[in-house]
Every structure is written in C-alpha cells, then in structure tokens.
C-alpha cells in the first residue's frame, strides 16, 4: 500500500525485496555516521520486523521510501513511537535514513513535509518530535526545514556515555 505521494517519492509498505537493500544501506559506515555502529544483516532485519510490527500496532511507522521515476528503493522515512526513558517520552517521532546515493537531492525534506501533513491530517497528531546527535548537522538541517523548533538538548539514554553521539538535541512541531 501507499501511504503518501510526493512529486518523486511513494512512501509505501515494505517489501521482502527491500530488505537486502535495506541490510546494505544499514551495513555502510557513512549512513550510519550518526548511529553508534553500522548494523548487521541480523540486526537488519530484527529492526525490519520491529518495524513491521509497530504498523501493526499503531497504525504508522516508518515507509519504505521508493523513486518514483525509477522505483528504486532509498530509504524509510515516517513515524515511530520513541518509548526510551525520558522526560518527552512516549512520543511521537519523525524520522528518516537514506542510502547515501539518495543524499542532497532533498528527498528527506520532501518527504518528511508530505509525512508531517499526514500525520497531522490524517492521523490527527497533535505534536510531532525528531531528535538526532547534536552533531548531525544534515538532519538538524532537515529539522529545520520542515518547521520544526529545537526544544533543548539531552543525553541519549541508550548512546554510551563518552560517545560523540552521547549528546541529543530535540525538536518539535505542533499542528
């Protein structure tokens, strides 16, 4: 099924055929600059059934992202119920990863805009977060772009303490 349907994006259901691109994108060093490590083809898919599951339960999660014009897969992007302990959770957050060839073309901003309106709309949300390591400058970019206002930084309760990414920033957008 899709869900959304941009100028050149369909953000859509998975697939099985997703996944082996999904496990090469999650597998490369620099799309996963901002995470605590690259994932393996396990973990992958554990993430993927995660994934599947919480459509399951809530209703939305993260879409497969597909180019229209070629019907290549790039990425999810879409919502996640953030459950980890904190003082803005359980939330509802936006988020995205795309493989790196996908990167500068603006589709995570594209996208996450047409999710947003979505949400809002469709779902009926009322507040919408994303939040990243205060060193990810591309998705704070993105954040940004999309109107959505910084709230404060914190500690990333499952980042290791010592790790760059330890420090999070948190941002916000009302309907």
């Not at 990243?132 to 109107?147: F, L, Q, Y």
Request: hydrophobic share 40%; proline share 4%; net charge neutral.
């Amino acid at each position: 099924m899709v869900y959304l349907e941009t100028s050149r994006l369909l953000l859509r259901d998975w697939s099985a055929a997703d996944l082996e691109h999904f496990c090469k994108m999650n597998a490369d060093p620099d799309v996963m600059k901002y995470f605590p490590r690259v994932l393996s083809s396990s973990e992958t898919e554990r993430f993927y059934q995660d994934m599947l599951a919480e459509f399951n339960e809530y209703g939305f999660g993260l879409y497969a992202v597909e180019v229209k014009a070629t019907k290549e897969f790039i990425g999810f992007l879409g919502f996640h119920m953030a459950t980890f302990e904190g003082d803005f959770t359980p939330c509802i957050e936006i988020g995205w990863r795309l493989k790196k060839e996908a990167w500068g073309q603006g589709y995570a901003t594209e996208g996450a805009r047409a999710c947003l309106e979505y949400g809002f709309k469709q779902l009926g949300f009322n507040e919408v977060v994303s939040f990243t390591a205060e060193i990810n400058r591309p998705s704070i970019s993105v954040m940004r772009k999309i109107g959505m206002k910084p709230v404060k930084t914190f500690l990333h309760p499952k980042v290791d303490q010592g790790s760059p990414l330890k420090k999070h920033v948190l941002y916000q957008i009302n309907s």
